[in-house]
């Protein structure tokens, strides 16, 4: 089955730096990336995603690459803001929606 | 109802009682799921259905069992609760088994005793 990491597994930056958090996956066959928001006691919430065919994808200070033959993709965030605070998780899927794991989860913390 | 929902909100439950939990959407998606988070981890999947009519087992579905008679509602049942399934459970739904976005129930707290 699909193995996934998310690095780092924590993040605390100062309020308008950059973040980055990185996702790595094992089935070659996963061709859909999206990552997920979930605030303290919330629901987790779609917040970017991309397709294999497509290297990078932007919506405003949310952007996400995707490196596909080394098997990892990323989300960065820039102009850090206090409500970027929250668990962030990528979960990559096959196209036959059978093979779906969630990572971890990267807790950031943006200190203001 | 907009969206998807879930019932209860939250249950505290004895050691091998039988519990269902609910969760219905109306945007007519195809697909739903069921994921358990524990405390400071993530979310690990228990049942999915690709389609009404149709279930799968994900990671962790051990103890639990679901049905998919129509294409809104998802229960999961846990034929005889263990402390071990205390945890959220978030339900989820999307339009499509493959290529879409996945939208989150509130989630039901459960505590088994």
């Known amino acids: 089955g699909e193995n996934v990491e998310q690095h780092p597994s924590t993040l605390s930056v100062q309020e308008g730096d950059s973040a980055v958090i990185k996702c790595t996956y094992s089935d070659s066959a996963s061709n859909y990336f999206p990552w997920y928001k979930q605030e303290l006691g919330k629901r987790p919430q779609l917040i970017i995603d991309i397709r294999s065919n497509v290297g990078e994808k932007k919506d405003q200070r949310i952007a996400v690459t995707l490196n596909k033959t080394a098997k990892h993709f990323s989300l960065h965030i820039t102009e850090t803001q206090p409500e970027d605070s929250a668990v962030y998780f990528c979960a990559p899927r096959d196209n036959y929606g059978q093979n779906f794991v969630f990572g971890p989860g990267t807790r950031l913390s943006v200190l203001p | 109802i907009a969206g998807i929902t879930q019932a209860p909100t939250s249950q505290i439950l004895a050691a091998g009682r039988r519990m269902t939990l609910r969760c219905t959407q109306d945007?007519?998606?195809?697909?739903m799921y069921w994921y358990r988070q524990d405390l400071g981890l993530g979310l690990r999947l228990i049942h999915y259905s690709n389609t009404a009519g149709t279930t799968g087992k994900g990671e962790v579905p051990d103890g639990y069992s679901v049905s998919r008679a129509n294409t809104d509602d998802f229960p999961l049942t846990l034929a005889s609760a263990v402390p071990s399934q205390t945890s959220v459970y978030f339900c989820?739904?999307?339009?499509?088994?493959?290529?879409?976005?996945?939208?989150f129930g509130p989630g039901t707290r459960l505590t088994v005793l």
């Open positions: 989820a739904s999307s339009p499509a088994a493959t290529y879409n976005e996945q939208f």
């Open positions: 945007m007519r998606h195809n697909a």
